[in-house]
């Protein structure tokens, strides 16, 4: 069954930056599409960010576009998400999730992830 590890979170004052890595074992990675999904607390969890197997395809939820950035190392069975510019509301907890036979976009707005790592704490704040 397909594992999943974040790592990378923490404290960061706003307008810093962060990079998030989600490490996959007991599958290949490149068979699924991943996201990234983040809860606050008191609220549902959401999308941030999905990618295709092969990297070719990306989405980007709306409050993070134009400051993250998602990518994938298959070879590595890992994908990271830089985050920049980061604000106060960015603070939450980060899931790395997997889907196959998904879109990025399908998966980030509508069916969410199949298999879920344990989370990440990123805190944005002076």
């Known amino acids: 069954q397909l594992q999943l590890v974040e790592s990378g979170g923490g404290l960061v004052q706003p307008g810093g930056s962060l990079r998030l890595s989600c490490a996959a074992s007991?599958?290949?990675?490149?068979?699924?599409?991943i996201g990234w999904f983040r809860q606050a607390p008191g609220k549902e969890r959401t999308g941030v960010s999905c990618?295709?197997?092969?990297?070719?395809?990306?989405n980007y939820t709306d409050p993070v576009k134009g400051r993250f950035t998602i990518s994938r190392d298959n070879a590595k069975n890992t994908v990271y998400l830089q985050m920049n510019s980061l604000k106060p509301e960015d603070t939450a907890i980060y899931y790395c999730?997997?889907?196959?036979?998904?879109?990025?976009?399908?998966?980030?707005?509508?069916?969410?992830?199949?298999?879920w790592g344990q989370g990440t704490q990123v805190t944005v704040s002076s």
């Open positions: 999730a997997a889907r196959a036979l998904t879109t990025p976009q399908a998966m980030c707005h509508l069916f969410g992830g199949a298999f």
């Open positions: 990618i295709s197997g092969n990297g070719a395809a990306t």
């Open positions: 007991g599958g290949t990675l490149d068979h699924y599409t």
